[in-house]
């Protein structure tokens, strides 16, 4: 039994030398079209490592991203009338009765203009069709009621307002066009 535990401890601590590799890696997992979890560097065990492909990134330009953090805390201060925002659910472009309550605040007499976002859950293709899906259900809603429309656009991940509160960037703002 004294040599049965030490043989035994040594084969345990061994088992990992037989993997091929060992890769330092982003890792994600996709549960389809609707949600995937978020990447995260990670540890994977495998035959062989594939190579890092890094995506390249739009530059951005840090004075635009400056002036976008300005104009939200300067739209905070303005009277409500100047901005709206209406949240929405994971993968949904509906309106609830809030939304519609919000939507009916709106003066007739104003040019607005509607720009849809989402959260960073799911494929980049996949977002950009929702956040386009979700301004039209609003401007469609704000043209019934005689708003004039400047402009519809849906943006997609971009834009996070929160990194922390996900729920926070499934949004349409209503900007009022002067």
């Excluded at 030490?6 to 590799?21: E, F, N, Q, R, Y």
């Excluded at 991203?65 to 949904?92: C, K, M, Y």
């Excluded at 729920?167 to 900007?175: G, T």
Aim: aromatic share 6%.
């Amino acid at each position: 039994m004294k040599k049965f535990l030490p043989i035994c401890l040594a084969i345990l601590l061994t088992s990992s030398a037989w993997a091929d590799s060992i890769c330092r890696q982003v890792t994600a997992v996709d549960f389809g079209p609707v949600v995937s979890s978020q990447s995260s560097n990670g540890f994977v065990i495998t035959q062989n490592c594939e190579e890092a492909h890094l995506k390249a990134l739009k530059p951005v330009q840090l004075s635009a991203l400056i002036r976008q953090e300005e104009s939200h805390h300067a739209a905070s201060a303005l009277p409500p009338d100047s901005g709206w925002t209406v949240n929405f659910g994971l993968n949904s472009s509906s309106l609830n009765r809030d939304d519609l309550d919000l939507l009916n605040k709106i003066p007739h007499n104003i040019k607005v203009k509607v720009t849809g976002y989402t959260c960073s859950i799911g494929k980049e293709a996949y977002n950009d069709k929702l956040s386009r899906s979700r301004a039209e259900a609003v401007a469609n809603y704000l043209q019934s009621r005689g708003v004039t429309l400047t402009t519809v656009i849906g943006k997609g991940e971009c834009c996070p307002v929160s990194t922390t509160d996900l729920s926070k960037n499934r949004r349409v703002v209503i900007e009022e066009e002067k």
